[in-house]
């Protein structure tokens, strides 16, 4: 088996609520292959505990299922009818020694059968009032999980004391499964996969062209055609207009009106796919800062579905190649890795600083000649031209604030003073006196000239040995 990799502060919150807590009841959950069940198992390993992997069926199918599970692994021989049966055998368990009890996939049991988690919520008040024992339940179907845990007239409302939101590993985290990648490679992996421990375990130690050729467009392998296996299986009847969503938004269309269009969707079809989406954690709403227009612009942030979507979907006769796809396709992941690396930079600033908001500004802005002059068309009209700034932060330590605006550049060359007059032309678009930091991201550093000039002049430079962990982020308070 493949030697457990990250989930540190998850795996000492598990031994703390074992060892220390009163209310010894957790509820884990995350999307599909986010590495849920596995963190139980790695927890439960040195410990007496019981698994319950619940199925997609019936309550007495899987009531069947539990009581064979219990004849399996604590040699009970049972012939347990119902639920109320199933829990009376684990109360004896219980109450003879402290264990460790798994409901894994618990929608499948409590989905439209309140009765199912009316039993459980009995059997949770009374392990927490006679032992020490501990009760996990897992999920992947977020909506659900959070539809159990906070709606105020579901049984199971107010009994789970802690909560595990599972998300995805960190770059850092991934080197354990590719240690002899470089730090680019490494990198390009992680805005293709995420932080999903099955797929980095699946691409193995092998160089990002080999993952993309051998692996991700492997037909017959778990990748391929996990993207929509997850969409099907949680929107249900309506995954085939979410998955027209998501070629919509792949495809650059990313306006609510766009993609009811392009998809001849209506709108309030077009509302629940992208709810749905949004529910799921494969797309979210780019966010507009400092004055940019206030419609919402979708994207898609899952790193796997959007290569999925915008790269394997849109290049399946590609993929019947025997050689050579990477190279085929490397102008289309270039771009693919760009825009994934702005949504890269947006969710690891708020990890590094205090942020109160952050998104991104874009806006109409008047185009100038060599001399600086207006141009204006022949009606005398100031022509304008579509400008953007990849991210944009409101940052605040006690009651100083600063506003962050960065310019992210995943290319093949050194940031240089060309970057910085950009953003900063941008920049001055925008109105305000707040106090202003700009910054550069940078996947292959700096020209020497801006290096030498931003340590003087307040511009902060984060280069891969900072993105990957080896340096600190710049100090901007």
């Known amino acids: 088996m493949q030697e457990f990799i990250g989930r540190t502060s998850e795996l000492e919150l598990l031994e703390r609520i074992w060892s220390r807590e009163r209310y010894k009841s957790c509820a884990v959950y995350g999307r599909r292959r986010i590495g849920k069940t596995r963190l139980i198992n790695e927890f439960i390993k040195d410990k007496r505990g019981i698994v319950f992997d619940l199925i997609m069926g019936t309550e007495n199918e899987n009531v069947q299922r539990m009581s064979r599970i219990l004849a399996d692994t604590m040699n009970i021989s049972t012939d347990s009818e119902t639920l109320y049966d199933v829990f009376g055998c684990l109360k004896r368990l219980c109450s003879e020694e402290k264990m460790i009890i798994v409901l894994d996939e618990l929608p499948y049991l409590t989905e439209k059968n309140k009765r199912a988690a009316s039993e459980i919520q009995h059997f949770i008040d009374w392990m927490a009032d006679s032992t020490e024992s501990m009760i996990i339940v897992c999920g992947s179907s977020i ?20 909560e595990i939101d599972l998300g995805p590993l960190s770059l850092q985290e991934t080197r354990g499964f590719h240690p002899s990648l470089s730090d680019q490679d490494l990198l390009r992996t992680y805005l293709t996969l995420g932080g999903i421990p099955l797929y980095h375990a699946g691409a193995g130690d092998r160089d990002y062209g080999s993952i993309v050729e051998e692996y991700l467009f492997d037909a017959s392998g778990i990748f391929y055609n996990d993207a929509t296996d997850i969409v099907i299986s949680e929107m249900k009847e309506l995954s085939g207009s979410a998955m027209s969503v998501l070629e919509c938004i792949a495809s650059g269309l990313c306006r609510f009106g766009d993609i009811s269009s392009r998809t001849g969707l209506s709108d309030q079809a077009t509302d629940r796919c992208l709810k749905g989406l949004m529910g799921m954690r494969l797309i979210d709403v780019l966010h507009p800062m400092a004055g940019a227009p206030k ?4 994207m898609i942030t899952d790193p796997s579905a959007a290569f999925f979507f915008s790269i394997i979907r849109r290049n399946y006769t590609v993929s019947r190649l025997s050689e050579g796809i990477y190279d085929a396709l490397k102008q289309q992941i270039s771009g693919f890795l760009g825009r994934q690396f702005e949504i890269f930079c947006r969710a690891e600033i708020p990890k590094r600083y205090p942020c109160r908001e952050i998104g991104s500004w874009w806006g109409a802005v008047p185009v100038r000649d060599d001399d600086g002059r207006l141009l204006r068309d022949d009606r005398g009209k100031v022509v304008t031209e579509d400008e953007d700034i990849d991210l944009v932060a409101t940052l605040h330590k006690g009651n100083f604030r600063i506003d962050l605006y960065a310019e992210c550049k995943f290319t093949n060359r050194k940031a240089s003073f060309t970057t910085l007059n950009n953003l900063e032309r941008r920049v001055s678009f925008i109105k305000g006196d707040d106090n202003r930091i700009l910054m550069i991201i940078s996947v292959n550093g700096f020209e020497e000239d801006l290096e030498e000039y931003a340590v003087d002049n307040s511009v902060a430079l984060v280069d891969m040995d900072v993105i990957i962990g080896k340096k600190p982020y710049p100090e901007l308070f």
């Open 143 to 162: 909506s659900l999980m959070l539809d159990e845990l906070k709606n105020r007239e579901d049984p199971l409302y107010g009994r789970f004391h802690h």
């Open 295 to 298: 419609h919402p612009v979708y």
